[in-house]
């Protein structure tokens, strides 16, 4: 088992920066990634970001690449989210995830296969 716990959300304005952070505990060694995804007041949950756990490769949705930048700091088995620039559409509750098994970088992308989640995080942005 694995247990996340995000931190790091609240209410900032247009462009504003927040940094989202994710501590794992438990069986993190059998992961493949961790990912942070999203969802907005009464839309579907969406990918943001992915981080392949060992190697360290990076994924972004097409909406926040370039303003959001995914990290981990292995030793203390925590992934972080630095968004910048943040829009009124970045607003939804936020997700860190952790996934165990993965055929390729391509499951990165899909909530369903991903097997731990965290509570979830409100970030509001404000124009």
């Known amino acids: 088992q694995v247990q996340l716990v995000e931190s790091g959300g609240g209410l900032v304005s247009v462009g504003d920066s927040l940094r989202l952070s994710c501590e794992a505990s438990g069986r993190i060694f059998g992961l493949e990634a961790m990912g942070w995804f999203r969802q907005p007041p009464a839309k579907e949950r969406e990918f943001v970001s992915a981080?392949?756990?060992?190697?360290?490769?990076?994924y972004y949705a097409n909406s926040v690449r370039g303003r959001f930048t995914i990290s981990r700091d292995n030793g203390k088995n925590t992934l972080f989210l630095q968004m910048n620039s943040l829009k009124p559409e970045d607003t939804a509750v936020y997700y860190c995830?952790?996934?165990?098994?993965?055929?390729?970088?391509?499951?990165?992308?899909?909530?369903?296969?991903?097997?731990?989640w965290g509570q979830g995080i409100q970030v509001t942005v404000s124009s």
């Open positions: 995830a952790g996934l165990t098994t993965a055929a390729n970088s391509g499951s990165f992308y899909y909530w369903r296969l991903y097997d731990y």
């Open positions: 981080i392949s756990w060992v190697a360290g490769n990076e």
